[in-house]
């Protein structure tokens, strides 16, 4: 490991641990593609014992991305990466924005909520809407980097396609003239509000692991 890593990593011959501070398994899985070849060894939540659910009360995708990420870190005193994101409709003011996992009320699954929010559309012509993502990765000591991007598509008349989570049957896509779940996930990260935000990280992460470094305290540095 510590040669392939010097090749394509000459100045990060160890790697750096990093949580996922995210109990969302479709973001898992998409979080986890885009950093699989980067010299970190990434932790999961369930890694670790009960960890106190974060408040997400922010009235942005920063202020949440930050609170998921900076709480973890601090609780599990490890650099977590953070990811807040939501579909905001034009049409609807926005939302369900911020609120775009608990729209509806609890105890709705996702296609539920996608139902409720095509009820909520019923009749209208404009259907723009577009995903936003906010990555905030927190170091224990509180200090963070933020990623963000947006993707902007339309609210279809009806669920299609099988693959991805949330919303994704009802975001129609219109360069590629398909939902975002009948695209795969490579196909998804290309162009997705996600894994551009994370593609801006993946472009500068030699200099976010040695931000990371510097931000540790000495033992930690090196786990
Ligand atoms: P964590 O807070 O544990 O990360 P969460 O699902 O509660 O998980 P958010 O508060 O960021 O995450 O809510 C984001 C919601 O927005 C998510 O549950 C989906 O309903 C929706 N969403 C975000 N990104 C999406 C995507 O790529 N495809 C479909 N829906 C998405």
């Known amino acids: 490991m510590v040669s392939f890593l010097s090749k394509k990593w000459p100045n990060m ?34 890694d670790f014992g009960p960890i106190p659910p974060v408040v997400e009360d922010g009235d942005t995708f920063e202020e949440n991305a930050y609170k998921k ?4 870190a601090r609780i599990i005193g490890l650099p977590a990466l953070a990811d807040d994101s939501g579909l905001c409709v034009t049409t609807l003011g926005g939302l369900p924005g911020v609120r775009s996992a608990r729209y509806g009320g609890k105890g709705l699954d996702d296609m539920e909520r996608s139902a409720r929010l095509l009820r909520a559309m019923a009749g209208e012509k404009d259907r723009a809407a577009a995903f936003e993502c906010v990555i905030s990765i927190a ?13 902007e598509g339309l609210i279809t008349k009806a669920p299609v396609g099988d693959n991805g989570f949330g919303y994704d049957p009802i975001f129609y896509f219109p360069p590629l003239k398909k939902t975002f779940a009948q695209l795969n996930r490579e196909e998804k990260s290309r162009i997705s509000h996600r894994g551009k935000a994370l593609s801006e990280l993946r472009a500068e992460f030699e200099k976010v692991l040695t931000w990371i470094r510097m931000h540790l305290p000495e033992e930690e540095k090196f786990t």
């Not at 750096?16 to 970190?40: C, H, Q, W």
């Not at 170091?139 to 993707?151: I, M, N």
Request: charged share 20%; with cysteine.
């Open 13 to 46: 011959e160890r790697q750096t641990t990093m949580v996922l501070a995210t109990g969302n398994k479709g973001k898992i899985a998409e979080i986890r593609d885009l950093l699989v070849d980067f010299p970190v060894s990434i932790k999961y939540l369930n």
């Open 69 to 72: 990420a900076s709480q973890v």
């Open 139 to 151: 170091v224990p000591t509180g200090q963070a980097l933020t990623y963000e991007a947006r993707c």
